[in-house]
């Protein structure tokens, strides 16, 4: 797809199948900056690992004129957090949500160790982890939501399994950083939020959303989306072009390729 231009920011999509679920926050970002949503696809014979994603990410942004701001919910925002290591220059800020200080520990993880310690069958704990990652009433049927989970697992890049779980390195980055939980969120706890602090830099914040569950964006998007302004309104201006203006509507989704190499970011 053709590059994209006078995008304030992007959101990233790690994988489809949850896409759905940043649209309510997308929507209403949208009315105030032009949003572009990037989003890397695959078939079921082909592996995309969390380093190769960064570089599809990297041909995309390395294009833009100027840094722009990321936004990453879960897995996607692991992706921008490696990114932001790999190219910091590209990155005017990072907005994480549900992202713990331990990239790793997604609502992957925890479902393998529900798998590991419960006699329950792939879509039984995929059901019961539903409760705990969104807020009733459901944004759509519960048995599309479900199907949803069941094809992230089958296409995320984080290789964790039943036999084994991976870590990241834990750590903040160069580019300034917002980062948001839930305060009912069941996978990253307000403990796992917290421990972000040990890296945070002066211009960088930590936010809760107070009734928010794991997809808390998707319940609060007003709320989330306010908080979001106010941090890219708060930092001071290391370039010389503004957010872009009001924009209708967000640009579609955009489509990875191939780059060059890139100073490796490698789970352990």
Known sequence: MSEATGIAAVCLSATPSLKTLDQPL???????HRIAQWECSQQLDEAISLDQQVKLLHQFLKKQATPLHL???????VLGLLYARCYPQQVRSLVLLAVGSQPAATWHAHYYVQRQLFPWSRQQVLARLLGQLLTQPFPHPACQLVKALADDLDFSPMPHS???????????IAPPLLICGGGEDAIIDLAGLFRWQAWMKPQDQLWVCPAGKHFFHTHHAPLVGSKILGFWESLVPTHRSPLSPLARDP???LDGHPSLPHPPCTAT
């Open 251 to 253: 640009v579609p989704p």
């Open 71 to 77: 936004i990453g919910h879960g897995l996607s925002g």
């Open 26 to 32: 997308l929507r209403w970002l949208a009315q105030h």
């Open 162 to 172: 039943l036999f084994r779980l991976i870590t990241l390195s834990e750590g903040g």
